[in-house]
Nanobody, 122 residues
Framework: QVQLVESGGGLVQAGGSLRLSCAAS????????TGWFRQAPGKEREFVAA???????YYRDSVKGRFTISSDNAKNTVYLQMNSLKPEDTAVYYC????????????????WGQGTQVTVSS
């Protein structure tokens, strides 16, 4: 079991940037795939980006070229740099981790954070 705590959300104007952080405690991210998901009001939770322990990265099409996922193993933290934000990026963003990249990307991860709100104004 790994405990995840997200931070870095907030209110930003369209075109702006935010960097989300996901810090792990209880154990390290070693051997885990880690990812970011989001859920807008009235919508299902959706995959945003993921990074494997070997640093392979995956993104949903709508964020490619704008969002970048990265990890700092020394700090046991995963980041999501979000640039050129759009109002449709508004959602609660969740960090998740699982030993299986497949389970992670299909929203079946075993470890979830509490979420952080991102609001993009037009």
């Amino acid at each position: 079991q790994v405990q995840l705590v997200e931070s870095g959300g907030g209110l930003v104007q369209a075109g702006g940037s935010l960097r989300l952080s996901c810090a792990a405690s209880g154990r390290t991210f070693s051997g885990f795939a880690t990812g970011w998901f989001r859920q807008a009001p009235g919508k299902e939770r959706e995959f945003v980006a993921a990074i494997s322990w070997s640093d392979s990265t995956y993104y949903r099409d709508s964020v490619k070229g704008r969002f970048t996922i990265s990890s700092d193993n020394a700090k046991n933290t995963v980041y999501l740099q979000m640039n050129s934000l759009k109002p449709e990026d508004t959602a609660v963003y969740y960090c998740a981790a699982d030993p299986s990249m497949w389970r992670l990307r299909t929203t079946q991860a075993t470890n979830w954070g509490q979420g952080t709100q991102v609001t993009v104004s037009s």
